[in-house]
């Protein structure tokens, strides 16, 4: 069965200052890959996606991702981080092989940026 | 705002109680999927629809149901309901299926059963 895992339950950081956040997932297959973002009181928002093509990705807020099949990792970076991007962010994968639509997250990363 | 809709945002309820919770999909689009948020089980997915037919199940309980009706709107229904039911409960939309389908998220319904 496929599985997502974020390794660092909460990251604190100082505004400005660059951050990784890690995901690694266990599938012997292909997959999609997604990273939402869940502002407090908020649904989740999709940050950017992984299909195929160039492993580095690019999404909204000047995030962007790298996948590596090699260590199945898709990390999440931004160079300097804002205040405002306080939030919880989850990684997701879904199995092409399958053919499934479900997304299967992990249990998500508590971004905490201090001015 | 995702154009997906939610009602209502909070439900408190007792033990054995059935709530429906509802859901409006971003205008086109054709699939509904339900999540449910708890602290011990994370993000989970539960259950698909496309134009009215089921076409995903992920591990939601035999208490529990969804429909699509011919508007597209969604709903769950959560029977017999128990202290561990209380969570977050999301509604996704995408416009077709398939994964590369980019799934928007609503609001969230917060129930607490007491």
């Known amino acids: 069965a496929q599985s997502v895992t974020q390794l660092d339950s909460q990251v604190p950081v100082f505004e400005e200052a660059p951050v990784e956040l890690r995901c690694n997932y266990s599938?012997?297959?292909?997959?999609?890959l997604f990273w939402y973002v869940q502002y407090p009181n908020q649904g989740l928002q999709l940050l950017l996606k992984?299909?195929?093509?160039?492993?580095l990705v690019k999404g909204i807020n000047g995030f962007e991702a790298e996948f590596n099949k090699s260590q199945t990792s898709f990390h999440l970076r931004k160079p300097s981080v804002h205040i405002s991007d306080t939030a919880e962010y989850f990684c997701?994968?879904?199995?092409?092989?399958?053919?499934?639509?479900?997304?299967?997250f992990g249990t998500g990363t508590r971004l905490q940026v201090f001015p | 705002d995702s154009g997906v809709t939610q009602t209502p945002k909070h439900l408190i309820t007792a033990t054995g109680q059935r709530v429906t919770l509802r859901c409006s999909p971003r205008?086109?689009?054709?699939?509904v999927y339900w999540y449910q948020q708890s602290l011990d089980q994370g993000l989970q997915f539960l259950i698909q629809?496309?134009?009215?037919?089921?076409?995903a199940k992920g591990n939601i309980l035999e208490r529990f149901s969804a429909q699509q009706f011919p508007d597209l709107h969604s709903e769950l229904n959560l029977s017999s309901l128990e202290l561990g039911d209380s969570a977050l409960y999301f509604c996704?939309?995408?416009?077709?299926?398939?994964?590369?389908?980019?799934?928007?998220f609503g609001p969230g319904t917060r129930l607490t059963v007491l």
């Open positions: 992984y299909l195929s093509g160039s492993t």
């Open positions: 996704a939309s995408s416009v077709f299926v398939g994964a590369t389908d980019t799934q928007y």
């Open positions: 599938s012997s297959v292909s997959v999609y």
């Open positions: 205008s086109g689009d054709l699939s």
């Open positions: 629809y496309y134009n009215g037919e089921e076409r």
């Open positions: 997701a994968v879904s199995d092409r092989a399958y053919n499934t639509d479900k997304l299967i």
